[in-house]
């Protein structure tokens, strides 16, 4: 079972259903609150990632961007992508984000520009990003802890 961010709450990575609505959003804000007060206290207001984000990398990216409101991609029942956003997914030093959604859903489109607001968000929060193109031309985010 995988670890939660306390009290089961789990930030959206882009591969589960869609969340929305007033307690969703609050819950978020909760946990974002959480992550900045965890920081101050253990480092004394540095504005790089706590131990515990480096532990759990791919919640912490994704609760960053999910608190930032940009949206998470989503999977029915079946695994089929049903909105487009951001994917927050473990790699093998650090974490890949890309711009995912439905087949014609356009993301392919706006995932370059996307994803730059993306990075300017977590560098923000002190993590490093590095944009790249990969298979079939798709861009992504690796995103570190900066060194």
């Known amino acids: 079972m995988a670890e939660s961010l306390g009290g089961g709450f789990e930030p959206a990575t882009g591969d589960g259903p869609e969340t929305s ?3 969703r959003a609050a819950e978020v804000r909760t946990a974002y ?3 900045l007060a ?8 540095f504005s790089g990632p706590a131990p515990w984000e480096l532990r759990l990398m791919p919640r912490a990216v994704a609760l960053v961007l ?10 029915d029942a079946g695994g089929r992508r049903t909105r487009t956003g951001y994917r927050v997914a473990a ?12 087949p014609g859903g356009g993301a392919a489109g706006e995932e370059e520009e996307r994803l730059k607001a993306c990075a300017a968000e977590l560098e923000r929060h002190g993590w490093e990003c590095l944009l790249y193109r990969g298979p079939r031309g798709r861009r992504f985010l690796e995103v570190e802890r900066r060194r």
């Open 33 to 35: 609150e959480g992550l």
């Open 21 to 23: 609505g007033a307690g």
């Open 91 to 102: 790699a093998p030093d650090g974490v890949q984000v890309t711009w995912s959604g439905p």
């Open 38 to 45: 965890i920081r101050r206290l253990l480092a004394g207001g």
């Open 66 to 75: 999910e608190a930032a409101g940009f949206p998470p991609s989503a999977v």
